[in-house]
């Protein structure tokens, strides 16, 4: 469909800005701690954090049901993955010990037939454990490919990957910015056919990432999202249309050596990339809807904004 670009004079974007701080960096490597964390036996009542080995049988009204039971299960109090009041029903407890929680199912429950049923577990605890943080060390680093065991490049590292991650998030936070402010400001009668077809190729995807099974999925699911593509590779479309936006190859350049950066062998992808035209593709794509941002950032009022590392990072962070 024929459109005349609308204005965003007057329109205002927020950029974050923002950089790993060495409190972030202690906070990432004790995550990694966390994540090679080893658990030893103790003989003091169980805590908070602590990892219990116990075998439980669960009953409704006076009856056992699939999956309300278990031997020899391991279950860290605090993770929060037993219903409400199992982990902190067994705070207190020694290996040996024995108790009885009359608890509650969620009314929002995964099973339905367990939705907001009240429910007796009779719990036996066979083993305490707490956890064990390795030592930041050489054998350390080594798990992490740093073959020489080299704490400063090990930290180096982890640095250069945060700061890293903290550019993708903070792109990506202007970039949902700019192109929602492009489909607010241009309201297009979007052809029918186009949805139909973004539709069945968002179908198409989510099969080929879920195995390549063939189910089939409702359109509805798609919908919105469908209208947004369609709609934003019109727009994007006509930017660089009526701008006459060239894709930057030294940007595309750019982009390829920084993702072939992460992998061991940079200039074999690198090869792979520049090998063929359409290996290229998708990154030129990007690169084009980048300088779009950048026309966008240009036409509109960019207030900065300071954030911190963990706000930016956060699951929900970055769009």
Excluded: C
């Excluded at 409702?218 to 209208?227: G, K, V």
Aim: proline content about 4%; glycine content about 8%.
């Amino acid at each position: 469909p024929h459109f005349e670009l609308a204005a965003l004079e007057g329109k205002t974007l927020k950029r974050p800005v923002s950089k790993v701080k060495d409190e972030d960096l202690d906070a990432m490597v004790k995550r990694l701690r966390e994540q090679r964390k080893t658990w030893s036996p103790v003989e003091r009542p169980a805590e908070i954090g602590d990892q219990l080995t116990i075998t439980f049988a669960g009953t409704i009204d006076g009856q056992s049901f699939d999956g309300g039971s278990g031997e020899d299960a391991k279950i860290e109090l605090g993770s929060g993955r037993m219903i409400p009041g199992f982990e902190d029903g067994l705070i207190g407890l020694k290996a040996g010990d024995e108790r009885r929680l009359e608890l509650q199912f969620p009314d929002d429950y995964h099973a339905e037939h367990l939705k907001g049923k009240p429910v007796v577990f009779d719990v036996r605890v066979g083993e305490v454990a707490e956890a064990v943080l390795p030592e930041v060390d050489s054998e350390f680093a080594k798990q992490f490919g740093v073959e020489d065991g080299d704490l400063d490049k090990f930290l180096a590292d982890v640095r250069q990957n945060m700061e890293r991650e903290l550019k993708e998030r903070v792109e990506a936070r202007v970039k949902n910015q700019a192109m929602d402010l492009l489909l607010e400001v241009n309201q297009i009668d979007l052809p029918g056919v186009l949805i139909t077809q973004e539709i069945k190729a968002l179908k198409d995807q989510m099969r080929q990432n879920m195995g390549g099974g063939k189910f089939e999925l409702p359109d509805e699911l798609f919908q919105d999202q469908a209208r947004r593509r369609v709609a934003l590779g019109l727009i994007i479309a006509e930017v660089v249309k009526a701008n006459d936006i060239k894709v930057d190859q030294d940007r595309v350049r750019e982009a390829v050596e920084e993702m072939a950066s992460t992998y061991e062998q940079p200039q074999e992808v690198i090869d792979y990339y520049y090998s063929k035209k359409e290996h290229l593709a998708s990154v030129e794509s990007l690169t084009l809807e980048n300088q779009v941002v950048d026309w966008v950032m240009d036409q509109v009022t960019v207030e900065d904004e300071a954030a911190t590392f963990a706000e930016l990072t956060a699951p929900a962070a970055g769009g």
